[in-house]
């Protein structure tokens, strides 16, 4: 088990949202799950994390979160730090995940709300007891009262509320799904370090934010590239931000058109197909009722691959 404070330094720009590969029966694969793993810690990145929706938790039980963040860990050992999620509305099954993941060596975890978020008391509750559950390092989530978090979304828990959470030094931080850039700053000038920040995955605002205090982001462009991801990150941190635009400009403009192939916004659904072509996944399939991409999708996004490497 690492402290919270070795978490908390640790856990800094890319964070990679895992991935779930699922066999064509729709159980986990886990052969696959050791591949890519695997080649995420030899990349090296040093946070690896689970996120209620781009890991797929919406559609695992309680039993296969706890096995495959437990998976994880083992394979990753030192190398790599690994935060789980909790995944639904009820309290008892969180916190019986909590001492379950923190048995199983897990490093920390996302509490998450509920996909019908509680009053922010109630949510403040619910971190509260957990920290009476585990010794663990916990986060919290931001989340939005707005559907679109593209233009900054409203946040459901306000300074107050994080005053409250800010009692229990084993919280450390937030995952801020929002993509609220004034909101963040309002909580650095609140509480400077006290949280560590990790963002939606909206690598172009976190240009804009990086160098503030705890600051993370939630990994998109190792999706396509992991080597790239760790180059954005080095030019923003040697005080490149216009090497780290170049970067992100040609990463997110292919992520795009893969997107409109995929016919997806925010889905996780092209992302099972890329690491499917890079041979990390041994299928693209999704577990239903999430959708899977067709062979015809498949095969232009590995077109739009060979694109993006050959400009390499």
Known sequence: MVDCETVKAQVHGPVMGLLTPFRDDGAIDFTSLARYVEHLVCAPLGVLAFSPM?????????????????????????????????????????????????????????????????????????????????AMPIFGFQVSVEFDRRWGGLAWMNLDDWHRVAQCPQIIG???????????????????????IVGPGMPERYVQIHHLPGQAELSLIAHLDVAQELHFHARLASGDAEGAQVILRRALDTV?????????????EPFHAIAHLRRLFETPTLRAPLPTLSNDQIKVIGRLLAQYDGEA
């Not at 639904?88 to 509920?114: A, C, I, Q, W």
Request: aromatic share 8%; with cysteine.
């Open 174 to 196: 937030l995952k801020d799904d929002t993509g609220n850039l004034e909101a963040r700053k309002a909580m650095i000038d609140r509480f400077g370090d006290r949280f560590n």
């Open 256 to 268: 795009q058109r893969i997107r409109q192939v995929a016919g997806t916004a925010w889905g996780i």
């Open 54 to 134: 781009v890991s797929s938790t919406c559609v695992l039980t309680a039993d296969e979160v706890l096995k495959v963040s437990a998976e994880v860990k083992q394979i990753a050992g030192d190398r790599a730090i690994v935060l789980a999620t909790t995944r639904g509305d009820s309290p008892p099954e969180t916190y019986d995940l909590v001492r379950s993941l923190e048995k199983h060596g897990v490093d920390g975890v996302f509490v998450f709300p509920g996909y019908f978020a509680p009053k922010p008391q109630i949510y403040v509750d619910l971190l509260t007891r957990c920290c009476q559950c585990t």
